[in-house]
């Protein structure tokens, strides 16, 4: 199967003084998600993809490579992407590697998902403001993931 192709351009992503790119998945973070998306997926009786990024043909954002042995390789572009655009490719490319059923992939996209949310969304730094918190209630809203 042939990588999809994404839109070429540059990021419209904000610069994080502190941590570059705002809301991109760092390397660390996305072998964790792999690891817990891989998790989710033997629970499910999947056969689990390995993942790598970059993916080799560049412009490519999202590519899935099928091996003679029956291995397949999920690559995707992590740089200048937010988090949840890279955890997104990453389980589409799962469902595509398992060749499954529409109805069978939204059963299984919404495993996955609930696998790899709580690493691709994360508590708040600490603030830096006048302590007021969100609405008065003491909550904070959460942030993607940054490097």
């Known amino acids: 199967m042939a990588g999809i192709r994404g839109i070429a351009g540059t990021s419209r992503w904000r610069e994080s003084e502190a941590a570059g790119p705002v809301g991109e998945l760092s390397s660390l973070r996305f072998a964790a998600v792999a690891r ?3 998790q989710a997926a033997r629970r499910q009786g999947m056969e689990v ?9 560049p412009g490519v954002r999202r590519a899935i490579r099928r091996e003679r042995d029956g291995s397949t390789t ?3 572009m992590l ?3 937010p988090a949840v655009a ?6 589409d490319g799962m469902v595509a590697a398992a060749q499954l059923t529409e109805v069978e992939a939204g ?5 996955l998902w609930a696998a790899a949310l709580p ?3 994360v508590a708040p730094a600490a603030s830096t403001g006048s302590g007021a918190s969100e609405a ?7 942030r993607i993931a940054a490097a």
């Open 36 to 38: 817990e998306l891989g």
């Open 107 to 111: 059963a299984v996209r919404d495993e």
């Open 86 to 91: 890279v955890v997104a490719d990453m389980i």
């Open 119 to 121: 690493l691709t969304i």
């Open 136 to 142: 008065g209630t003491g909550a904070r809203s959460p």
């Open 49 to 57: 993809p390995a993942f790598r990024s970059p993916p080799r043909s």
């Open 74 to 76: 999920v690559s995707v």
């Open 79 to 81: 740089r200048g992407r």
